[in-house]
């Protein structure tokens, strides 16, 4: 998994805890999740062979629409993204040949799938933790040739 991976990875998951949320204590948990998450890399483990780069995203919007702009670096230069879309199961296409899904979860939770053109494929889970202080994403990455790699990213609130 290349930086630019990596990258459109965490954009696609940041807000996934609370999209199209509906119960009072799921919409406690979109509240929760918008604002500003800055990637902890002490406490966050990249897949193997790889080190992760800071980065912040500003999430403006989760709840049917995921609403966003991604800041960090791109072979070692500053780099912006935005993206707003549905989140609804939907594979959408997405920067440099990569597509993308989430799928809302009964726990409330969403399930992000990406489709990257090297063939592999990432499945990643984002949970808000306790206080809403953290936010954390766990993830494997089956490559082409089947080896699986594991990730864990840890946002703090900024």
């Not at 989760?62 to 989140?87: C, I, Q």
């Not at 306790?130 to 990213?153: N, R």
Request: net charge neutral; aromatic share 10%.
């Amino acid at each position: 998994m290349n930086k630019a991976t990596a990258m459109m990875t965490t954009i696609l998951l940041v807000g996934t805890t609370g999209i199209g949320a509906a119960s009072a204590e799921e919409q406690g948990a979109v509240r929760s999740s918008i604002g500003t998450w800055k990637l902890n890399l002490k406490e966050s483990i990249a897949p193997q062979g790889r080190q992760f780069e800071p980065y912040t995203i500003v999430l403006r919007r989760a709840d049917d629409v995921l609403d966003f702009t991604y800041h960090g670096f791109r072979d070692g230069k500053p780099f912006e993204f935005s993206y707003a879309a549905k989140a609804d199961g939907v594979v959408h296409e997405l920067e440099g040949g990569m597509r993308g899904a989430m799928i809302r979860l009964p726990s409330g939770n969403y399930e992000a799938r990406l489709w990257l053109p090297d063939g592999s494929y990432e499945n990643k889970f984002c949970q808000l933790a306790a206080g809403g202080k953290q936010q954390i994403c766990l993830a494997t990455v089956t490559q082409a040739d089947g080896s699986v790699v594991f990730f864990k990213q840890v946002q703090d609130r900024q």
